[in-house]
């Protein structure tokens, strides 16, 4: 069964510092996608970035980016500049076929 | 263009109660889906629905039941409402994509969250 482990519960940044967030997963199939979604306060589920598998080129999207490392089952997300609006839970989840298998989430605290 | 519209936002339950939460979506999505989400926790998928007339479980399935009579709509259903069923309930839809499955780099689109009480 497919699993996803975000080992850091909670991560405090000042405001414009760099910070990563963790993730790893576990699976035995060779095709799938990774995700990270943030949620705000209200709850709503954000999507931030996502990667194919077979896709060695990292994704980015704007001040947010991933370091895939598909051998080592790891895809961590980097967000640069951060913001006092990145203050939010986030979670990463690995999607294959029907489903998303989701790990516990982060929540991060940017500081002013 | 609506989304992915839950009603209702805020329920409160009493045990052996029953209850529905409706899930609706505008954009012609084939996939829909019900997650919970518990606290410290990652979401978990109670079923999912692959188009109208289509349902199957997902990991945590007890207790629920869904129906898919139109491609817009997608109910879910507590039988008999117990203290363990009080979460947060996320609906979530997608284009089915090709290749693996409707998850396959589509945008998966989720409800604002109905938040349940069993006391």
């Known amino acids: 069964a497919q699993t996803v482990t975000q080992s850091q519960p909670e991560m405090s940044v000042q405001e414009a510092e760099t910070v990563t967030l963790s993730c790893t997963y576990d699976?035995?199939?060779?095709?799938?996608?990774l995700f990270w979604y943030k949620q705000p306060p209200s709850r709503q589920m954000i999507l931030v970035i996502r990667?194919?598998?077979?896709k060695q080129q990292n994704a980015t999207e704007n001040r947010f980016s991933v370091n895939f490392q598909k051998a080592a089952k790891s895809f961590s997300l980097k967000i640069s500049d951060s913001q006092l609006g990145d203050t939010a839970m986030y979670f990463c989840?690995?999607?294959?076929?029907?489903?998303?298998?989701w790990g516990a989430g982060t929540k991060l605290i940017i500081k002013p | 263009n609506a989304g992915v519209t839950q009603t209702p936002k805020f329920q409160v339950l009493k045990t052996g109660q029953s209850m529905t939460l409706q899930c609706a979506q505008d954009?012609?999505?084939?996939?829909m889906s019900w997650y919970r989400q518990d606290p410290g926790m990652g979401l978990r998928l109670i079923h999912y629905?692959?188009?109208?007339?289509?349902?199957d479980q997902g990991e945590v399935p007890n207790g629920y039941n869904v129906s898919r009579s139109t491609t817009e709509d997608f109910p879910l259903r507590l039988l008999s409402a117990a203290p363990s069923q009080t979460s947060v309930y996320f609906c979530?839809?997608?284009?089915?994509?090709?290749?693996?499955?409707?998850?396959?780099?589509?945008?998966?689109?989720f409800g604002e969250g109905s938040w349940l009480t069993v006391v």
């Open positions: 979530a839809s997608s284009y089915s994509g090709v290749g693996r499955g409707p998850l396959s780099g589509n945008t998966i689109y």
């Open positions: 954009m012609n999505h084939e996939y």
């Open positions: 629905s692959v188009g109208a007339g289509i349902t």
């Open positions: 699976t035995s199939e060779s095709n799938y996608y």
């Open positions: 990667q194919e598998a077979y």
């Open positions: 989840a690995f999607g294959s076929n029907y489903q998303l298998i």
